[in-house]
């Protein structure tokens, strides 16, 4: 192995602390243009996830490729990934042709696995836990079983290919890295409502996976909305009460991979306390307030019962003072909802 200098690693993380489709993207996609980051690395997932970006007034919708690709800094998957070439490229083209400039910004790590045909038609089955289809669990089981291909052995994909210990090792400069996850605690392998999860890490973990000494985090931005969607085949959403459709078409809750509408309940004040203790979080962003003052109800659910506020400042008022007791103070909280930025 060649010798490597002694560049100096830092990286922030960003996490969905729900079930995903919280608005991780524009968290990203906001910290990128603000701060000067090196590099984004996508940590967990394959082209189930999907990130919708509001760019200089354009919709964008990524599935692979993460947010920093807006910001033109050089954009990783990541070995934790999975990744599907075909959606890969056929995504690098479209960018392309929205000018942005894909090409020579965004890099798939060596060694992560690939989504293959036979890993589409066997999830595409799937009847149990509801997943997006997208060979994601089949290409996890494979890379696990060691029967699985990476990414080196894909020609097509030759163009794109790095070796990540080069890429933060392998210079003099400060490496500053965003890492941008896909689902959600509540979806993760391990923490999530087994089976109903996907196949992947979505914790502060799942980032340091991709070879990146724990020391070097700094920051972890912990993702969550004002109420919690779902999709997948659980009951989720609690049956003969129209306020939670009412949520979920003022907040346009349909997937951004699979079209498919979200199942919508109020947030869960224990899920989101675990997900911030297991991440060690330490910035919160609330999306989508403006979702609930529309329809005009103010509720989260703390252990077995439904608080309701009368109004946003008090369920404002709630939550920071929750979030206080986790050692979170008012400045590192976001209420947000605006959708391109915090
Ligand atoms: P899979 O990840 O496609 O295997 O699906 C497993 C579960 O995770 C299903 O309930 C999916 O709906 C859910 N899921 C996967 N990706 C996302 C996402 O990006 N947002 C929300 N749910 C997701
Ligand atoms: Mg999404």
């Not at 998957?77 to 000018?99: M, T």
């Not at 993760?188 to 089976?195: E, S």
Request: with cysteine; charged share 25%; proline share 4%.
């Amino acid at each position: 192995m060649r010798q490597m200098s002694k560049s100096k690693v830092t990286m922030d993380v960003i996490v969905d602390l729900q079930y995903g489709d919280c608005g991780k993207g524009k968290v990203a996609h906001f910290l990128c243009l603000k701060r000067p980051y090196t590099h984004v690395l996508r940590y967990n997932g394959g082209c189930n996830a999907g990130h919708t970006i509001y760019h200089k007034g354009h919709k964008f919708v990524t599935h692979h490729i993460p947010a920093g690709v807006f910001a033109g800094t050089p954009s990783i998957i990541g070995p934790g990934c999975v990744v599907d070439p075909e959606k890969f490229l056929a995504e690098i083209r479209g960018l392309e042709k929205g000018g942005i400039n894909a090409k020579k910004t965004v890099f798939v790590a060596n060694n992560v696995h690939v989504i293959t045909d036979a890993h589409k038609a066997e999830d595409s089955k799937d009847k149990k836990v509801g997943t997006t289809g997208q060979g994601n669990g089949p290409a996890y089981r494979d890379k696990f079983s060691r029967t699985g291909v990476r990414a080196e052995n894909v020609p097509a994909l030759k163009p794109y290919l790095v070796d990540l210990y080069d890429m933060w090792f392998g210079g003099t400069k400060k490496i500053h890295i965003l890492a941008e996850g896909a689902q959600g605690f509540g979806l993760d392998i391990d923490w999530g409502d087994y089976p109903y999860v996907t196949s992947s890490h979505c914790t502060v973990g799942g980032a340091i996976l991709n070879g990146v000494p724990h020391s070097a985090v700094k920051e972890v931005w912990g993702v969550a909305k004002m109420y919690e969607t779902y999709v997948g085949m659980k009951d989720f959403q609690p049956k003969d009460e129209p306020i939670f459709n009412r949520i979920a078409d003022a907040g346009q809750e349909y997937g951004a991979t699979t079209g498919r509408r979200r199942q919508t309940n109020w947030m869960n004040m224990q899920l989101l306390e675990k997900a911030i203790r297991m991440n060690g979080v330490t910035h919160v962003v609330f999306n989508k307030v403006d979702v609930l003052r529309d329809v005009g109800a103010w509720a989260v659910i703390d252990g077995d019962k439904t608080v309701q506020f009368k109004s946003e400042k008090e369920m404002k008022a709630f939550i920071v003072k929750r979030l206080a007791t986790l050692g979170i103070s008012r400045s590192k909280i976001f209420f947000s909802e605006s959708k391109e930025g915090i």
